[in-house]
């Protein structure tokens, strides 16, 4: 993929409810998405991310042994989080400093979203 994922309906075509609210985002039950503080970024609850309708076929999320066998493969995770993440100011927060995006993967902050309803990480800044 290019860009983060940003759907509105599943691939079998049903609609992914979004959900404003914090309260009900905290106790939802079912997969839904909310925009990032109104940016272009689309967050996905587990239970949207956990299922095989959010992604074409063949592609899933990475489990952490896929992601271990990544970082491992790059060097480590002392060095594999700035060979995957893209360069510049941008998309993160600056100075940025170890992204080097030597892996082409070219990675960018996609955010999150608190169980109190607060947004973070849209810019790679977690505080």
């Known amino acids: 993929m290019a860009e983060n994922l940003r759907i509105t309906k599943y691939y079998d075509g049903t609609d992914i409810p979004i959900v404003y609210d914090y309260t009900t985002w905290a106790n939802l039950t079912f997969g839904a998405y909310c925009r990032f503080s109104n940016y272009e ?12 309708k959010l992604y074409p076929t063949g592609w899933h999320v990475p489990s952490d042994s896929e992601w271990t066998i990544l970082s491992t493969y790059l060097g480590g995770e002392s ?9 510049g100011t941008t998309h993160w927060r600056s100075p940025n400093t170890g992204a080097t995006n ?6 960018i902050a996609g955010g999150a979203r608190e169980y109190d309803g607060r947004y973070y990480g849209i810019d790679g800044y977690y505080g």
């Open 41 to 52: 970024s689309y967050l996905f609850n587990w239970f949207a991310v956990n299922t095989v």
């Open 79 to 87: 060095v594999a989080g700035g060979m995957i993440k893209e360069t």
């Open 102 to 107: 030597e892996s082409g993967f070219s990675a």
